[in-house]
Structures are given as C-alpha cells and as structure tokens.
C-alpha cells in the first residue's frame, strides 16, 4: 500500500528530511502494543508519513495528532485516513516539530508520543521536548539503532555520554527492541530501535538543569581529561571531593546523580 500511495501521488521520499516510511504491518502491531495506548489516550505522532502507524494508533482508540513537516505526503496521509474512516481520530498538523508551538498544540492534557522518527532530528527533538513540554510524559519512539543505545546507555557504557546524561535528568528510558531495515521503504541504510522513555514524576535532581548541562557538555566536551581539568573555571577539586566526586576522574566515570550533586554546588 505505502508503494501504491508513493507511485500514485508522485512521490519521492526524502533522505534530507530522513524518510523512512514504515510499511510492515507486523511492526505496526508491535508498536501499538508496546507503546500501551488504549482507547481515549492523546497520542503524539511525530513524522507520520503516509500513515501506517497512525492508522495503528487511531485503530486502537487513540486520538492522534499528527505532525508531518513534508506539505507532499498529507493528501496521500489524508488519502489513507479516508479510505480507513478513521479521520475523525486524527488531526493532520503540517508543521515542522522543531518549531511547532507545542503549548498550543498539546494544551494542559497529558500525551504519549508514539512514532517512527525522521532520524537526522531524534535525539535534539527528544531532549528539546523533554526539556520544554512537561506533558509529553510515556514515550516509545524508532530511532537509529545508535542514537538509541546513546540515550539509554548508564555510565560505565562505551557509548554513555552527553545525550543519556541530559535525558536522565528529566526522564528514563531503554531500548526495547531491534527493528530490521526490511520493515521500510525505501530501506535505511542504519540498523534501528525502538526506544521507550518515561518522564520522572518527580524530577531525581536537585540542581537547574541549565547549570546541570553546562558541566555535562564540558566534562564530556573533554572526556579523556580528569575533571579537575575539564571542569577547570566551573568547580575547584576541593568542591568536587566535598559531594564524594573525585577530580581524577573522567567525565564517562558519573552518575546522573553525580552530575547533579555537581550542579547543586557549582
């Protein structure tokens, strides 16, 4: 169907804007089942493309909104909504998610946000909205198989870092699964994931999450220095030792809640 609807409206999908349609509806099913939605639940679909997923989601009972950035694909996302009568379940809102007033979008409800994201813009997205729209609380998101593993991964991890440090602050998250490139068209050239998150109910830090950044990005702008050198102009050793950090470590070596320990002294 999504190969009809690409042939059919004279499509041609973009690898700038990261498209990746998903097309296997076994993969749909997974999705709607892992993300947990039922029946009345507010759904955030970001980059839904010619709908496979929506048609999952509003199938199931939710009530979507979907973004798409690309003004091309919503007449066949329109198209498929129709022929499936469930366009009464699904608001179509052509905007760019980087940009989008989400205050107005979302109102004062809580969401899930459910969808296969364009992968050049996953992970500022994820931290961007984290950050910024506290009702945006469960998510279960397909990104780059790597993006994935960064985002989730604990310290101690080779791949721990600047984005799993950041997104701890306001939330969990684990990667729940392996996606094959056979369930797109056109295929990626990048293994997937599906990666769930789920917003803190209260926030584990102590400490603003500017200043809680601003050590993360330069202990890690850094990493193989020791701290005292990294965080060099921002904390002494001494305050580093009085929260039990020791200054000859490296950045890969904390904790998030180290990270905030630090925060809440500097």
Same mark, same amino acid.
């Given at each position: 169907m999504v190969g009809e609807l690409i042939?059919?409206?004279?499509?041609?999908?973009?690898?700038?804007?990261?498209?990746?349609?998903?097309?296997?509806?076994?993969?749909?099913?997974?999705?709607?089942?892992?993300?947990? $939605?039922?029946?009345?639940?507010? $759904?955030?679909?970001?980059?839904?493309g010619l709908g496979s997923l929506t048609l999952g989601l509003a199938d199931?009972?939710?009530?979507?909104?979907?973004?798409?950035a690309d003004r091309y694909l919503i007449p066949g996302l329109h198209e498929v909504l129709e022929i499936a009568q469930l366009s009464d379940r699904v608001r179509v809102h052509h905007a760019d998610a980087l940009e989008v007033d989400w205050s107005e979008l979302v109102g004062d409800r809580s969401w899930k946000v459910i969808a296969n994201l364009p992968y050049n813009v996953s992970t500022p997205l994820i931290l961007d909205l984290l950050r910024d729209q506290p009702s945006l609380t469960d998510w279960l998101v397909m990104v780059q198989q790597e993006a994935g593993e960064r985002l989730a991964a604990d310290s101690g991890n080779r791949t721990y870092g600047i984005p799993s440090v950041l997104l701890s602050y306001w939330a969990t998250a684990r990667v729940v699964d392996t996606v094959s490139n056979s369930v797109f068209l056109p295929r990626p050239r990048v293994s997937s994931a599906l990666l769930k998150v789920t917003r803190h109910d209260e926030l584990p830090i102590d400490a603003p999450f500017d200043r809680y950044a601003q050590l993360v990005r330069a202990?890690?702008?850094?990493?193989?220095?020791?701290?005292?050198?990294?965080?060099?102009?921002?904390?002494?050793?001494?305050?580093?030792?009085?929260?039990?950090?020791?200054p000859t470590d490296r950045a890969?070596?904390?904790?998030?809640?180290?990270?905030?320990?630090?925060?809440?002294?500097?």
């Open positions: 042939e059919r409206h004279g499509l041609e999908p973009s690898r700038a804007l990261g498209q990746n349609f998903l097309c296997e509806p076994g993969m749909v099913d997974k999705i709607v089942r892992l993300s947990g $939605v039922t029946v009345g639940d507010n $759904v955030i679909e970001i980059g839904p199931a009972g939710a009530n979507v909104v979907a973004i798409e202990g890690f702008g850094k990493r193989r220095k020791m701290l005292r050198q990294s965080l060099s102009g921002l904390l002494t050793s001494e305050q580093m030792e009085s929260v039990g950090v020791a890969e070596a904390l904790n998030p809640a180290q990270w905030g320990a630090l925060a809440s002294i500097a």
